[in-house]
């Protein structure tokens, strides 16, 4: 009796629990299954399209060009670290006019280039209006440094007067009473 009644609220050859259950969470098996469909299938379309060697100049030249962006920005970098050692006016014009770049834009240099390499990168935090009016107040400020160093790398030489002036020739040939310079000259025996 309690089996026709279990058969009647379940179902007859059904798992009516098994199924109300993969309704509300999938089943585990399956989803692994499915999982490694998907996976097989992705690497036999890799193996398809990787199969076909490459053999002209164009796939080269792409391949190179695809490989250049780590090196180059890398190599940048250490551009940038040298530079103060090679010329230090030069780098500090470089650092005092990247000062006013305001922080949103770092933010989106910083997301193209973490997306470049395959990161990610939140920038929900950022204060567009914020980082823009601090670059504006910051602006007048960066302008005299600016100013200031461009005044520095003024280097043309300067050509000594060769003009005389009579008042210092006067003071240099005539003798004055220094007393030390008396002294030297008692002991020296002038």
Not at 118 to 137: E, L, N, Y
Request: net charge negative; proline share 6%.
């Amino acid at each position: 009796m309690i089996r026709s009644i279990l058969s009647i609220l379940f179902g007859g050859s059904r798992n009516l629990p098994v199924e109300i259950i993969e309704a509300l969470r999938p089943n585990a098996e399956a989803a692994a299954q499915r999982g490694y469909d998907l996976d097989a299938a992705v690497m036999s379309q890799f193996a398809a399209e990787f199969s076909q060697p490459r053999k002209g100049w164009f796939d080269q030249l792409v391949d190179g060009l695809n490989r250049l962006p780590r090196p180059l920005m890398t190599f940048g970098v250490f551009v940038i670290l040298m530079l103060p050692v090679y010329d230090i006016v030069l780098a500090t014009e470089v650092f005092t006019a990247w000062s006013i770049i305001p922080g949103p834009v770092w933010a989106v240099f910083g997301v193209i280039v973490t997306f470049f390499f395959g990161g990610r990168m939140q920038t929900q935090d950022i204060d567009f209006s914020r980082g823009m009016a601090g670059a504006a107040v910051a602006l007048p400020q960066v302008l005299e440094q600016l100013q200031a160093v461009r005044a520095m790398t003024d280097r043309t030489p300067q050509v000594a007067s060769t003009d005389t002036d009579a008042a210092a020739t006067i003071e240099v040939v005539q003798p004055s009473d220094n007393p030390a310079i008396s002294a030297w000259r008692n002991e020296a025996g002038g």
